[in-house]
């Protein structure tokens, strides 16, 4: 079992910055995959970001490239996304989320494991 909190949300102006966090639960979490996805209102939860188990290997959503970088800390059992030149449209509950698979995975049902959410807000 793990468990994932998420981090680091809140209000911030178009053009701004935020590192979310995810404290993850569990002696396994060097073996896990893990992501990052969101939901805005009114919209299907889409997929952000993932990081391998080793963090060599990341997957980004085409919406946030070259804006938002996943890493990890397997030391501190703690993934992140910092997240740069926010737009209104990164509104959103973000979910981090994490799966004992080898590849890195893209699509939720791929994911075993999920975080409560942190609102990110970004005003215009």
């Known amino acids: 079992q793990v468990q994932l909190v998420e981090s680091g949300g809140g209000l911030v102006q178009s053009g701004g910055s935020l590192r979310l966090s995810c404290a993850a639960s569990g002696r396994s979490f060097s073996s896990y995959v893990m992501g990052w996805f969101r939901q805005a209102p009114g919209k299907e939860r889409e997929f952000v970001a993932a990081?391998?188990?080793?963090?060599?290997?990341?997957r980004y959503a085409e919406s946030v490239k070259g804006r938002f970088a996943i890493s990890r800390a397997n030391a501190k059992n703690t993934v992140y996304l910092q997240m740069n030149s926010l737009k209104p449209e990164d509104t959103a509950v973000y979910y981090c989320a994490a799966d004992s698979r080898v590849s890195v995975a893209t699509e939720d049902y791929e994911y075993a494991y999920w975080g409560q959410g942190t609102q990110v807000t970004v005003s215009s």
């Open positions: 990081v391998s188990w080793s963090g060599a290997m990341t």
